[in-house]
Each structure stands twice: as C-alpha cells, then as structure tokens.
C-alpha cells in the first residue's frame, strides 16, 4: 500500500473554498476549522429533536442546554468545558447532569466520544466518519477528513469472534503552536548559550 502524505511535520497552506477555511493536507485530504454552518446546526438540532421523539424521551431545559453548548463546537470538548459552558447558561446546573446528558446523546447517537491514552474524553458532533489529528503537547484535536482513509480493507478478526462496525484513525503529533513553542524555546537556548561568558574571561581581582 501506497504511504500516505498525513504528517503532522508537513508544511500546510491555508485555502478557501465558499465559506470553509481548511488546512490543505494533500489534494486530497483536508483539515477542517470552519465553525458550523447555521444550516448545519439546524440539521443537528432536528437530529436533537428526532431522536428524543423516537426514544419518547422528554427534551429538557438541561439537555437542550448542554447540546447547545456542543452544537456548533469543533475542538471536541471535553465533559469538563461543556458544563462551564452550560453553567454559564444554567448557574445551578451541576457537573454529574452534564455528565449524565453527554452520556445519553451518546447512546441516542447524537454525539460520538473521542478517547485517546493520557486525555479526558472528549466529545464530537459530527457523525460522519473522519479522522483525528492530536498533539501530545496542548491535546487539541483537529478534524481530518480524507477519502483514502475510509476505505482502508479491513482485518479478519473472525477467529478473534469480533465484528468491526466502524473506525477511525488518530495520527499523532504536534500541532503548529506547540511546534513555534518549541522552536522558539530552542532559539532562546542557543542564545543564551551564545550569550554565555566563559568562566575563563572572567577577571575575578
């Protein structure tokens, strides 16, 4: 198989296309930073809407609240930034019902979790299948969105008595802020090692 050109040591241009601001991977991959469509989040707050129906479910101040605070979101919040969110809407709210709703749009397919070693849950509107991009430095995840990857064949794990129902692929890396952090702090050490007298100079009478 052909290596993929996803690294997150690639030098990325930033292009326009209608009202979406993306990152260009390669011709065919994409990261996305555009805020949410208000189409968008209208389709999102009927899926809302739908599945309470479905599930005969009643559409609480709370719940309503806590989804729209994680509507229109794209850095995959954490349970902890959707209730300081929502608190700020709903002063008596508490941390375990923040818990307890994200857990429920999970399970109404209204959210997917995102987990990755070392980090908090977070949780992601968007349904469709794309992929992540996650520094180790700060933890921000980009959304990543390209078609090779969606059609990886899959491993036989029927030996194993599992049945794969979906994926998607995490690439690890650094993002561009904690890269110039570094960078930044490796130049400040050359100059001051530059700037360093050597003790032999010195005129110690």
């Given amino acids: 198989m052909q290596a993929l050109p996803v690294s997150a040591s690639l030098s990325l241009n930033r292009v326009r296309r209608e ?13 996305h930073l555009r805020n949410v469509s208000p ?30 605070a994680i509507l229109g979101r794209r850095d995959h919040p954490t349970a902890e930034q959707v209730y300081r969110a929502v608190r700020a809407e709903l002063p008596q709210i508490s941390r375990m019902t923040v818990h307890r709703i994200l857990g429920t749009f999970v399970s109404l397919g209204l959210l997917s979790k995102t987990c990755h070693p070392g980090s908090s849950a977070r949780f992601d509107p968007k349904l469709y299948q794309h992929h992540h991009l ?13 078609a090779r990857l969606n059609k990886l064949p899959w491993p036989d794990v029927g030996r194993h008595g599992f049945q794969i129902e979906g994926y998607h692929i995490h690439f690890r890396g650094r993002c561009a802020r904690c890269r110039q952090k570094l960078q930044a702090f490796g130049a400040g050490r050359k100059r001051a090692r530059r700037l360093r007298i050597p003790r032999k100079n010195l005129n110690l009478d």
């Fill in 19 to 31: 009202n979406t601001t993306c990152i260009s991977v390669s011709s065919d991959a994409y990261i």
């Fill in 134 to 146: 996650i520094c180790l430095d700060c933890g921000d995840i980009l959304d990543l969105e390209d």
């Fill in 39 to 68: 189409p968008e989040q209208q389709q999102r707050l009927d899926r809302f809407f739908a599945a309470h129906r479905e599930r005969g479910l009643p559409v609480t101040t709370q719940r309503r609240a806590v989804f729209e």
